[in-house]
């Protein structure tokens, strides 16, 4: 075991910094009042990056990415930084870069309904009041990444897209043993998404997991649903999900529509986990999953919940420290209960905060 818990902090652009700030707040109250310490370094990602070293990652960021034991980021990008020619030199290649070295191939996508925004979703209340589900997302591999891939010309003015759906068993069962994990540590059922009925990648899917929950994960119920069904089960009732395991693209969609039952954009957290090492230790990214808002950028308008909510996920998945998870999890909602709005949550006959406002009741309630 480490001695120290090693955190690297990449604010990014636009709102990154002033979100990330309000977890450097939380992490001084744990110092504080918890007697837990981290060991913080920050660097620059994204526009930041490229203005300070011209390249969106610089090597010694990523070597320091490499070297702790988590990293938290805000944000990457901005108009200032749109590169219409060279891909390499955009913001988002150095979030891409980073997901890449660090191997991260499980996104994990939670959609939680707090009490207090049960009005903000566009389904009804007794939908998804309580709702708390995971979606585990297959980040590394799929159709985005198979060969062949390309536009082609095929003659007679004729062109051709293709993309090409892979997966390994290997690339399935870590992904699904991340989620057979994380299932037992909540309600011990997991549902896996694929097409089976007419992609032999989606049968194959379907038989590793299959596999899998016989080897080693046999005390956690497992369900199979095609995933044009589990879309409409989503928004049917959602309530009867607790983890969801899928694919790169199936997870892309499925999670953004999961994300949206809950509300905001400025109340949604992620994590990226990678392979654990020898000792069991993972390497993880942590990050809202909301832009850098360039419209409210610099104002102290943007909701801090996101990027506070996926610090906690940090604490739970890095640091096995879940009663801390909790108590920033519950002093938000708690917060949220007391009326507390960002814009973007606002709702008639409420009061907006700021960005330090939010924080500041936040630790309040801690
Ligand atoms: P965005 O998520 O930055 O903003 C979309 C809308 O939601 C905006 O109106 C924004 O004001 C609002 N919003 C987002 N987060 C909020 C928060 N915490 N509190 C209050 N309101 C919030 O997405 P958009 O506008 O498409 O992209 C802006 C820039 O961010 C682009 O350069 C894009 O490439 C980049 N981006 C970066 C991501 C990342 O770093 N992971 C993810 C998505 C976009
Ligand atoms: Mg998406």
Same mark, same amino acid.
């Given at each position: 075991?480490?001695?120290?818990?090693?955190?690297?902090?990449?604010?990014?652009?636009?709102?990154?910094?002033?979100?990330?700030?309000?977890?450097?707040?939380?992490?001084?109250?744990?110092?504080?009042?918890?007697?837990?310490?981290? #060991?913080?370094?920050?660097?620059?990602?994204?526009?930041?990056?490229? #203005?300070?070293?011209?390249?969106?990652?610089?090597?010694?960021?990523?070597?320091?990415?490499?070297?702790?034991?988590?990293?938290?980021l805000?944000?990457?990008?901005?108009?200032?930084?749109?590169?219409?020619?060279d891909?390499?030199?955009?913001?988002?290649? /150095?979030?891409?870069?980073?997901?890449?070295?660090?191997g991260?191939?499980?996104?994990?996508?939670?959609?939680?309904?707090?009490?207090?925004?049960?009005?903000?979703?566009?389904?009804?209340?007794?939908?998804?009041?309580g709702?708390?589900?995971?979606?585990?997302?297959?980040?590394?591999? /799929?159709v985005?990444?198979?060969?062949?891939?390309?536009?082609?010309?095929?003659?007679?003015?004729?062109?051709r897209?293709?993309?090409?759906?892979?997966?390994?068993?290997?690339?399935?069962?870590?992904?699904?043993?991340?989620?057979?994990?994380?299932?037992?540590?909540?309600?011990?059922?997991l549902?896996?998404?694929?097409?089976?009925?007419?992609?032999?990648?989606g049968?194959?899917?379907?038989?590793?997991?299959?596999?899998?929950?016989?080897?080693?994960?046999?005390?956690?119920?497992?369900?199979?649903?095609?995933?044009?069904?589990?879309? =409409?089960?989503?928004?049917?009732n959602?309530?009867?999900? #607790? +983890?969801?395991?899928?694919?790169?693209?199936?997870?892309?969609?499925?999670?953004?529509?999961?994300? =949206? =039952?809950?509300?905001?954009?400025?109340?949604?957290?992620?994590?990226?986990?990678?392979?654990?090492?020898?000792?069991?230790?993972?390497?993880?990214?942590?990050?809202?999953?909301?832009?850098?808002?360039?419209?409210?950028?610099?104002?102290?308008?943007?909701?801090?919940?996101?990027?506070?909510?996926?610090?906690?996920?940090?604490?739970?998945?890095?640091?096995?420290?879940?009663?801390?998870?909790?108590?920033?999890?519950?002093?938000?909602?708690?917060?949220?209960?007391?009326?507390?709005?960002?814009?973007d949550?606002?709702?008639?006959?409420?009061?907006?905060?700021?960005?330090? +406002?939010? /924080?500041?009741?936040?630790?309040?309630?801690?």
């Open positions: 075991m480490a001695a120290n818990k090693k955190l690297l902090f990449l604010p990014g652009d636009g709102i990154g910094p002033e979100v990330m700030r309000q977890v450097r707040r939380v992490i001084d109250w744990m110092d504080r009042k918890r007697k837990i310490t981290f #060991d913080v370094s920050e660097g620059l990602v994204g526009g930041a990056a490229i #203005d300070a070293h011209g390249v969106p990652l610089s090597d010694a960021t990523l070597a320091e990415a490499l070297a702790v034991d988590a990293v938290m805000g944000a990457v990008g901005g108009p200032k930084w749109d590169n219409p020619t891909y390499t030199k955009r913001p988002e290649a /150095g979030l891409l870069t980073l997901r890449k070295e660090l991260l191939f499980a996104n994990l996508r939670p959609a939680v309904v707090f009490d207090a925004l049960v009005d903000a979703s566009t389904l009804k209340a007794d939908v998804i009041r709702l708390d589900i995971l979606i585990v997302r297959e980040l590394t591999g /799929g985005y990444f198979g060969e062949p891939r390309g536009i082609t010309e095929i003659g007679d003015g004729e062109r897209g293709v993309n090409t759906q892979v997966y390994t068993t290997s690339e399935i069962r870590r992904v699904a043993r991340v989620a057979f994990e994380l299932a037992r540590k909540r309600g011990n059922k549902c896996s998404m694929e097409k089976a009925n007419v992609m032999e990648s049968l194959l899917w379907r038989q590793e997991v299959t596999k899998l929950h016989g080897e080693e994960f046999q005390d956690v119920e497992l369900s199979h649903m095609y995933a044009d069904n589990g879309a =409409m089960q989503l928004l049917k959602p309530k009867q999900f #607790d +983890v969801i395991v899928t694919d790169n693209l199936f997870g892309d969609i499925l999670s953004d529509e999961a994300a =949206m =039952m809950t509300g905001s954009l400025g109340m949604l957290p992620s994590a990226s986990l990678g392979a654990p090492d020898a000792n069991g230790n993972r390497k993880a990214l942590y990050e809202p999953v909301h832009g850098s808002a360039p419209d409210i950028a610099g104002r102290d308008l943007a909701n801090p919940c996101a990027t506070l909510l996926s610090f906690a996920m940090c604490l739970r998945y890095s640091f096995n420290l879940d009663e801390d998870a909790k108590l920033i999890e519950r002093a938000i909602q708690n917060v949220l209960g007391g009326g507390m709005r960002t814009s949550i606002m709702a008639p006959g409420m009061a907006r905060c700021s960005t330090t +406002v939010m /924080g500041d009741s936040i630790l309040r309630e801690l």
